[in-house]
């Protein structure tokens, strides 16, 4: 493990006047020696300071550096944007977005970065802000995998929890206003002002007509989930007045898709493996990101329904909404199938792989338990698992069924078949701190950014470049008890690097 001295933070997105450092040679030696220049009173030294470049898509030439530290090896940085995954414009013109760099186009610093996808909290780490034990999460956890009834304590536990969590959503400010006062209308406020800057966002970010088709496409993704075909149609958007609404709002809906505000969930023509290989890549239903993001746009009529527990509101959205999320915050691609006619008419909310199995899912929000879709899939497709998603508790039915509580959606990886006698699979369950998923990547925070931990550290035989800061150190820099939160931060909590977009991308360095 690594300690780093010191930290210094270059935000090219406030702070402007930090770009210069990349205007002229992109020497290493250089880029330092202006750093210093602007951080008088921090020591940067090779080795034992961590450099942050936040916002880097704001300034390209900062990103084509990225090179530069990599071949020279000395300096250990890293780099954030919020918008890494779209399109930006270059020559706007204007000075709230002056992104156009004379001359040459900067050079994409390929096969010099690595980059790692940052999301807001999952359920489980909602569970730890709210006070739920290691110890707890790890008999839930079991009980999944080996699919084993929960005793009605915890079951009850974990609904409560996972109610909240589609209330509150895992955006860190949100999460940690609620942990602070459980006070759903200041957690709203909260909601309402992230929403806020991500239509702001839309806007600095799109140019003349995309603005507000970019705008259209995201405001009416609810609209597209209430529906009882949840499949995205672009008529919808403009109550078909356009002839060709594909063609006219097609890539906007991708940019929400590459701004990481929306889940792109791709229609398949047969369940069979590879799933990708019958994507069809134009008929998809849309979730938000963020589920707690979706319960503010519906309004207190949904807000008050969910709460009181009824589920069945809005046609299912928010389950389905809320599984979604769950799935693509483990890694996996969700997809789904429907077909409308013919004896194989079903339609299959989810299918993912686990491991090497393709697994059904249906998502049950209502008292209604049966599953027709789900019961017969297997008939016509050589499908592993089939999984159901309901108000239950855990068992398997004689026809081989998987029936699971909703919250079980957020530790969709421990259904995942596992050999119990392997060394992994014990470490696992016997709760070692990074588990899976992208906690085994990276965390984020605003005078803390531990790199890559062990994997990567063994993976390249350098251990002291791969490692965290200490947690004696990062509470020492002001950190509570949510210190293990991907998202924690302080003064960041309102920037789009972290809130807006609901996820964030980390370019860390391959030395």
């Given at each position: ?15 402007k ?32 300071t ?20 990599t071949i ?72 999944i ?48 002002d ?9 806007i ?12 259209d ?9 209430s ?85 069945s ?37 989810f299918?993912?792989e686990?491991?090497?199995e ?35 508790n ?11 509580p ?31 998923g ?74």
């Amino acid at each position: 493990m690594k300690y780093y001295e010191n930290y210094v933070e270059f935000n090219l997105s406030t702070d402007k006047s930090c770009r210069t450092i990349f205007d002229g040679d992109l020497d290493v030696d250089n880029i330092i020696g202006a750093m210093r220049l602007f951080n008088p009173g921090t020591d940067i030294v090779a080795g034992r300071t961590l450099i942050f470049l936040d916002e880097i898509q704001e300034y390209p030439r900062a990103k084509e550096a990225l090179k530069s530290f990599t071949i020279d090896g000395r300096y250990d940085v890293i780099s954030s944007g919020s918008m890494l995954g779209v399109d930006l414009p270059r020559n706007r013109g204007d000075e709230e977005y002056p992104n156009a760099e004379q001359g040459a186009e900067p050079m994409e610093p390929t096969g010099y970065v690595e980059y790692l996808t940052m999301y807001a909290l999952d359920f489980e780490e909602f569970c730890w802000a709210n006070g739920t034990s290691e110890e707890i999460i790890h008999v839930v956890r079991e009980c999944i995998n080996r699919r084993l009834r929960l005793e009605p304590a915890f079951l009850d536990r974990f609904k409560t929890i996972f109610r909240d969590f589609m209330l509150v959503g895992g955006m860190p400010e949100a999460v940690q206003s609620f942990v602070d006062e459980k006070d759903y209308s200041k957690v709203g406020k909260i909601q309402r002002d992230i929403l806020e800057s991500c239509r702001k966002d839309i806007i600095r970010y799109n140019t003349g007509a995309d603005r507000m088709k970019t705008l259209d496409c995201f405001e009416s993704i609810p609209a597209q989930l209430s529906e009882s075909n949840k499949k995205y149609t672009f008529s919808r958007i403009d109550n078909g007045k356009s002839r060709n609404s594909a063609t006219k709002y097609k890539d906007n809906l991708f940019w929400i898709e590459g701004a990481g505000y929306g889940i792109l969930v791709r229609s398949l023509t047969e369940i069979s493996k590879p799933l990708r290989g019958h994507e069809v890549r134009d008929q998809f239903k849309v979730y938000l990101s963020d589920t707690g993001m979706l319960m503010e746009m519906y309004g207190s009529a949904s807000k008050q329904s969910l709460y009181s527990g009824d589920l069945s509101f809005n046609k299912g959205a928010i389950t389905e909404n809320v599984v979604a999320e769950c799935i693509r915050k483990t890694g996996r691609m969700p997809r789904y199938y429907r077909k409308n006619n013919g004896p194989s008419m079903m339609d299959i909310d989810f299918v993912i792989e686990l491991g090497n199995e393709i697994a059904a899912i249906e998502v049950k929000s209502g008292k209604n338990r049966e599953a027709p879709s789900i019961s017969k899939v297997g008939r016509f497709f050589n499908v592993d698992r089939r999984i159901m998603l309901e108000e239950s508790n855990i068992y398997v039915s004689e026809d081989g069924i998987e029936h699971y509580p909703l919250f079980a959606a957020g530790f969709i990886g421990e259904m995942e078949s596992k050999d119990p006698a392997c060394p992994e699979f014990r470490s696992r369950t016997l709760g070692h701190p990074l588990r899976r998923g992208m906690r085994d990547r990276a965390t984020v925070h605003r005078t803390c950014v531990p790199i890559q931990p062990r994997q990567k550290a063994d993976r390249d035989n350098s251990s002291d470049r791969f490692a965290t800061v200490p947690a004696h150190t990062m509470e020492s820099w002001g950190l509570g008890p949510l210190f293990r939160f991907r998202f924690q931060c302080e003064r960041l909590y309102r920037t789009k690097a972290t809130i807006a977009t609901a996820r964030i991308t980390m370019m860390a360095m391959t030395t």
